[in-house]
């Protein structure tokens, strides 16, 4: 008899993998919560139609109705419609956040459609400059995963704009294509000509851009530069004064959280006011957890992990969060060996009033506990 195999494009999180995984959504959901989202979970299923359903959807029919289905792509449209239908009876400012599966579609950093775990917040009517304290948020979820410092890129929707009208442009075309290329010989012929050297990478500080900058250029970048300061240095956060974002919906500050791994930029948001139908301000940033399991996996990144230990007795495990605990079961005649073989990282025993775990592979002693539960 064949195994079945998995569909193109499904990922399974299998014994520590798995353990790894919850542990790094336990993360982010104290986070969230921490920070005053409370949860809300989608379904798996929607309508499909022209706009939503690609070629690498998954679908299939309604019994009763015979209309299409698909698995979710993104969770946006599925937000879009609690905030708009669902909550719509709740005062503002409240924040929302998601943890769940999709159907992702694809990207340049992975040509088909796979499985995805994506998590975000929504801040529905936040006040005014409250920027600063979303950036101050996806600054502590982005450096809790990365070893290194991650770098936050900064921009304006408006950045663009303000660039192509407020100058001479020899080829407005070529000009605007130019930026998207970060090509900067392509902007000396077709830009204007008196600002030859358009910082088409980043900048820190308004000090950075040429002395010819236009106004409107120079007081959003001030602005920006204002919230980079207020950021912890953790993170490393730039200014883009010229890039586009990626969804339409943004309309004013927008960031993406890079760590130079697959799947760049990992995090992204920023302020999109009209995304939803309700007349209302909101904030608000999604990540995708799974480039970051594979960075894990290749030692780039180290995520969130309790140790796993196997306990040993007598009585039950102590009440400690800090480590994942595994109990001996009757026929295990070479605990060590079965913990070594399932990835575990020590063995734990009560001694009198204390719990000693020693590491898997040499027993040296890693932790004392003072012992709980029954004797």
């Given at each position: 008899?064949?195994?079945?195999r998995?569909?193109r494009?499904a ?8 353990e ?5 959504i ?16 989608p ?14 959807s998954?679908?299939f029919a309604?019994?009763e ?7 979710r792509?993104?969770?946006?449209d ?9 909550l719509?009876?709740l ?11 999709v ?5 340049a ?27 101050r948020?996806?600054?502590r979820?982005a ?15 408006d ?19 130019a ?30 851009l040429?002395?010819e900058t236009?106004?409107p ?11 980079v300061?207020e ?18 919906y ?53 995520l ?15 009440d ?5 605990w595994?109990p ?8 060590r ?29 890693i932790d004392?506990l003072p012992?709980t539960?029954?004797?």
């Amino acid at each position: 008899m064949v195994s079945a195999r998995l569909p193109r494009g499904a990922r399974e999180y299998l014994l520590g993998r798995a353990e790894t995984l919850t542990d790094t959504i336990l993360s982010c959901t104290t986070i969230f919560e921490q920070w005053g989202a409370r949860r809300v979970v989608p379904s798996t299923l929607s309508y499909a139609d022209e706009n939503h359903n690609g070629p690498d959807s998954v679908t299939f029919a309604e019994r009763e109705t015979g209309k299409n289905l698909a698995l979710r792509r993104d969770l946006t449209d599925q937000i879009r419609r609690i905030v708009d239908a669902e909550l719509a009876h709740l005062p503002v400012p409240f924040k929302l956040y998601y943890l769940e599966r999709v159907w992702s579609q694809p990207r340049a950093s992975s040509p088909r459609a796979t499985e995805q775990i994506q998590a975000g917040v929504e801040w529905i009517g936040p006040q005014a400059g409250s920027e600063s304290e979303l950036l101050r948020l996806a600054s502590r979820i982005a450096t809790g995963f990365d070893d290194q410092k991650p770098t936050m890129a900064i921009g304006h929707a408006d950045l663009r704009r303000f660039w192509l009208e407020s100058l001479d442009l020899v080829d407005a075309v070529a000009a605007a294509q130019a930026l998207d290329d970060r090509d900067l010989s392509a902007w000396a012929a077709a830009g204007d000509p008196a600002l030859p050297h358009l910082p088409i990478l980043t900048v820190r500080s308004v000090s950075d851009l040429p002395e010819e900058t236009p106004a409107p250029v120079r007081e959003i970048v001030t602005e920006l530069a204002r919230l980079v300061e207020e950021l912890d240095q953790s993170i490393d956060a730039v200014i883009d004064p010229v890039v586009r974002p990626d969804n339409e919906y943004y309309n004013g500050m927008f960031f993406v959280v890079s760590s130079g791994i697959a799947g760049d930029p990992w995090l992204r948001g920023g302020r999109y006011d009209g995304r939803f139908s309700k007349p209302v301000d909101a904030l608000g940033f999604a990540l995708d957890l799974d480039p970051l399991m594979d960075a894990a996996d290749s030692g780039r990144m180290s995520l969130s992990r309790r140790p796993r230990i196997l306990w040993m007795g007598p009585g039950p495990a102590p009440d400690h969060e800090d480590y994942r605990w595994v109990p001996v079961e009757p026929g295990m005649t070479t605990p060590r060996d079965w913990a070594k073989a399932h990835g575990l990282d020590g063995l734990a025993s009560r001694v009198d009033n204390e719990v000693r775990i020693e590491h898997i592979e040499d027993g040296r002693e890693i932790d004392r506990l003072p012992a709980t539960g029954d004797d």
